[in-house]
């Protein structure tokens, strides 16, 4: 029988932060936009079965404020006190200073369904509804394509 993954200490399956790599000041209204695509994305990511039977009960994804926009994360082992899976992303500071807050809301929405959607095909997890939310965004100056 395979033993079940660790459980974090809150109900929470998707976990989003930012961490800037640069000096220059973020934007005060991440956080709460990161919040909202939080919520979202952790439905679909219930509703889709993505944590079904996985080896890791709940996905955490760093959003890194540099110099560059990435479209594929990068991957820590899965923590295995608290059952996570770390992911980590980049995306360029500038442009998200750039951005009116909707825009910015679709392209967290995007780092986070990429870095998802890798993630699913590295461990095997059903990503299709993730793959059909990702379709569905309008473009974004992110100088990285879907």
């Not at 926009?69 to 990068?74: D, G, I, K, L, N």
């Not at 980049?90 to 998802?116: D, G, P, Y």
């Amino acid at each position: 029988m395979k033993a079940e993954p660790a459980k974090p200490p809150h109900d929470r399956k998707l976990g989003l932060l930012g961490v800037s790599l640069t000096k220059a000041r973020l934007r005060k209204d991440s956080g709460i936009i990161l919040a909202s695509v939080r919520d979202e994305i952790e439905a679909v990511m219930i509703q889709s079965g993505f944590l079904t039977d996985a080896p890791f009960s709940w996905v955490t994804l760093s959003i890194r404020y540099g110099m560059k926009t990435e479209t594929e994360p990068h991957f820590q082992p899965i923590n295995q006190k608290f059952g996570d899976l770390p992911l980590a992303i980049e995306v360029e500071t500038v442009i998200t200073q750039s951005l009116e807050s909707e825009q910015l809301e679709t392209l967290f929405k995007r780092l986070v369904l990429r870095a998802l959607i890798a993630a699913g095909h590295r461990f095997n997890r059903p990503v299709s509804k993730l793959t059909d939310l990702l379709n569905t965004l309008p473009p974004t100056p992110d100088s990285a394509p879907s």
